[in-house]
């Protein structure tokens, strides 16, 4: 039972667009969600998150999108850069545990 | 200051056989989780190790065991191994458990099962 679901494998943007991974979650109760990168021989680096009290939340070129009503999340890269280029999981978890659920992944390629 | 630290980096085992997957977790870290990611799927939670116990565990048979060290390291170790136990093997590490805290995680263990 996926409780995360990213339904795009993969994504390819042009350098200096934006990039946009989606996410979907079924769990009700996960009021904390994440976003992490990685990239190949290397584990997953955290990238950014978002409390389920808010709604959006930026840090430089990334910024995530929460739609609680939807159970969906996004991911926006603006502008999209070469080093973006990698495998990004949403990701979820109930605040109180320390358990994530991971979804299956997005790769992103940026193009020249 | 040293990372998450993962070994061996690769290894290739026999169905049926043991194996023992260690973990050095970031500098002024105490806890520790495990992850399986199988190809083309995501982290799966295995285990947290916190204060030397089994803290929160996932949906794996008890094949999967863990220890955790005083000096906070780790060990994985999974017995009669199958196929399916084919895996990149993720260690991920924290100062104390539950609220929002940062995991980092290590690089990783392959692991191949023949």
């Known amino acids: 039972d996926q409780q995360v679901k990213q339904n795009s494998p993969s994504l390819s943007v042009q350098e200096g667009r934006i990039s946009i991974l989606n996410c979907d979650y079924t769990?009700?109760?996960?009021?904390?969600f994440l976003w992490y990168k990685k990239y190949p021989a290397e584990g997953p680096t955290f990238l950014i998150s978002i409390s389920s009290i808010k709604d959006k939340n930026e840090d430089g070129r990334f910024t995530v999108f929460l739609n609680k009503s939807a159970k969906h999340l996004s991911l926006h890269i603006v502008p999209s850069q070469p080093g973006d280029s990698a495998v990004y999981f949403c990701a979820a978890k109930i605040i109180v545990y320390d358990k994530i659920i991971f979804g299956k992944g997005t790769r992103l390629h940026i193009l020249p | 200051d040293a990372g998450v630290t993962q070994s061996p980096t690769h290894l290739i085992k026999t169905r049926g056989q043991q194996v023992t997957l260690r973990c050095s977790p970031k500098s002024g870290h105490d806890t520790v989780s495990w992850y399986q990611q199988a190809l083309g799927q995501g982290p799966q939670f295995i285990f947290q190790y916190y204060e030397e116990e089994e803290r929160q565990r996932g949906n794996f048979p008890d094949r999967f065991s863990g220890h955790q060290f005083p000096n906070y390291s780790s060990e994985l170790n999974v017995n009669a191994l199958l196929l399916g136990d084919s895996a990149l093997y993720l260690c991920?590490?924290?100062f104390g458990t539950g609220g929002i805290r940062t995991i980092y995680f290590g690089e990783g263990s392959w692991l191949t099962v023949v």
């Open positions: 991920a590490s924290s």
């Open positions: 769990n009700s109760m996960f009021d904390y």
